[in-house]
């Protein structure tokens, strides 16, 4: 009996990456990875899977309705797949005292959050995430300002804009404005959600988490306020100074962006914006996102400072703080605006090697070994057939260059190079192959 056939796909906000994504992909990770290394952050895995007590009530109450649930039959403990990086890190440095503080490490790696699809939003996605441990000083947050700018420069971001804030600050302004202690949760995600629903949305938000009119008022003032870092933070000031936790905030933000600028980091890319929240319970201190402009896609990093996580899993807390990469977001908007360089291809394979036929497959693997040893990408095809079909299949796969050797080339001691954009060809000694290509290469990029 035949078994059932089954229509092939995947759950919904999930996919498949295949060579032709992967290879940008690849392209960007390595980006990342390579601007991490140079900050000093080192690499670091944690399982897919978490215990669910691990990562539950860390995020806020609208994040953990996110968290899938994981298991087996018969299994006898309570597991999730993890929802972010940083929860799992905050384990990591509880199980592991003896780790050097401050601890930098970096990991990219899947998360899994049951979310709405919609365009750059996916139910399983990748995050590069960097994070410092064991140092409260605001050089730590500005080192993460710095990644995002250096990252986004050398990937070709033109334009974006990181938006900068501190938990202390909102925290202030509530008190200010006289919002209650307890509903400061509500203030957060009211205010978390201004770029979405709009000054007007937030004003209803506010009134159905019933704080009274006046104090929405002075609330929406302070939100509006906008300006260069300095400007904004002086009119903080003036306003808030009474507020021992604004003080707080705001001379942290003025750390930090001294710092940004003794790095160098341009001021047109970044600004203090009173009204960036990020949703996030865990935050204790300086926040930061990044978008842009076009396409309208929401965050492609974000980040901040959280202090307090650590303590869930350790009776010593330690400060932490770090940023991370939306690659899936990133990547979206890379493809839209064609900013991927032009060696950056379909497929990873340099040059293809022919087979002429059977007698000759033995001269094939020759070369394409010598390829191979030089460091060439090589990918010899895997039986004779017509040069045409060979051809076509380079084609198809985007290989730029193709060796075809038959047996007066072999006699000759000789090789015909074709380059598969231009179709040009050049009949080469077998001895000067390697160089041959690397020059045709080195004309491309």
Same mark, same amino acid.
């Given at each position: 009996?035949?078994?059932?056939?089954?229509?092939? #796909?995947?759950?919904?906000?999930? #996919?498949?990456?295949?060579?032709?994504?992967?290879?940008? !992909?690849?392209?960007?990770?390595?980006?990342i990875r390579e601007v991490f290394e140079e900050f000093g952050f080192e690499?670091?895995? /944690?399982?897919?899977?978490?215990l669910s007590e691990v990562l539950t009530g860390k995020y806020g109450p609208d994040a953990e309705k996110l968290i899938y649930q994981a298991g087996h039959v018969g299994g006898k403990e309570d597991i999730s797949l993890r929802y972010d990086l940083s929860v799992p890190l905050c384990r990591v440095i509880a199980m592991y005292p003896q780790l050097p503080k401050p601890f930098k490490r970096y990991q990219i790696d899947p998360v899994w959050r049951a979310e709405r699809p919609q365009k750059g939003r996916y139910r399983q996605f990748f995050q590069c995430d960097a994070d410092t441990v064991g140092s409260?000083?605001?050089l730590a947050d500005a080192e993460n300002v710095n990644l995002v700018y250096q990252v986004l420069?050398?990937?070709?971001?033109?334009?974006?804009?990181?938006?900068?804030?501190? #938990?202390?600050?909102?925290?202030?302004?509530?008190?200010?404005?006289?919002?209650?202690?307890?509903?400061?949760g509500g203030l957060y995600r009211s205010i978390d959600k201004l770029d979405k629903i709009g000054l007007a949305g937030v !004003?209803?938000?506010? /009134?159905?988490?019933?704080i009274p009119e006046?104090?929405?008022?002075?609330?929406?003032?302070?939100?509006?306020?906008?300006?260069?870092?300095?400007?904004?933070?002086?009119?903080?000031?003036e306003q808030l100074d009474e507020f021992e936790v604004a003080r707080e905030g705001i001379s942290e933000l003025e750390e930090l962006i001294g710092y940004l600028t003794i790095f160098g980091v341009p001021e047109e890319f970044y600004k203090v914006n009173v009204a960036m929240v990020r949703g996030l319970e865990y935050y204790t201190g300086p926040i930061y996102e990044t978008v842009v402009e076009e396409p309208k896609i929401g965050s492609i990093t974000g980040g901040g400072r959280y202090d307090e996580l650590i303590g869930s899993f350790s009776r010593q807390g330690h400060p932490a703080t770090g940023t991370s990469f939306g690659i899936e977001r990133i990547i979206d908007v890379m493809e839209e605006f064609d900013?991927?360089?032009?060696?950056?291809?379909k497929t990873v394979t340099e040059v293809l090697v022919t087979v002429f036929d059977a007698d000759l497959a033995s001269e094939s693997l020759k070369v394409a070994t010598l390829l191979r040893q030089s460091g060439i990408r090589t990918e010899v095809y895997s039986r004779p057939t017509r040069i045409g079909t060979q051809m076509k299949y380079?084609? /198809?796969?985007?290989?730029?260059?193709?060796?075809?050797?038959?047996?007066?080339?072999?006699?000759?001691?000789?090789?015909?190079? !074709?380059?598969?954009?231009?179709?040009?060809?050049?009949?080469?000694? !077998?001895?000067?192959?390697?160089?041959?290509?690397?020059?045709?290469?080195?004309?491309? /990029?």
């Open positions: 009996m035949a078994a059932p056939f089954i229509k092939p #796909r995947v759950p919904r906000g999930m #996919r498949d990456i295949l060579p032709e994504q992967m290879i940008p !992909r690849q392209y960007v990770i390595g980006v690499p670091l895995q /944690t399982p897919a899977l978490e409260e000083s605001m420069t050398r990937l070709g971001f033109k334009q974006f804009e990181v938006n900068i804030n501190d #938990r202390k600050l909102i925290t202030g302004i509530g008190q200010f404005a006289g919002v209650p202690t307890e509903q400061l !004003r209803s938000e506010l /009134t159905e988490n019933q006046p104090v929405i008022e002075k609330l929406l003032v302070l939100l509006e306020i906008e300006g260069d870092a300095e400007t904004v933070l002086n009119a903080l000031s900013m991927f360089p032009s060696t950056v291809g380079a084609d /198809t796969k985007g290989i730029p260059y193709a060796v075809i050797l038959g047996s007066e080339e072999v006699e000759a001691g000789t090789v015909v190079v !074709r380059n598969l954009a231009n179709r040009e060809q050049h009949i080469v000694p !077998r001895a000067e192959l390697v160089e041959k290509i690397k020059e045709l290469s080195a004309s491309v /990029t």
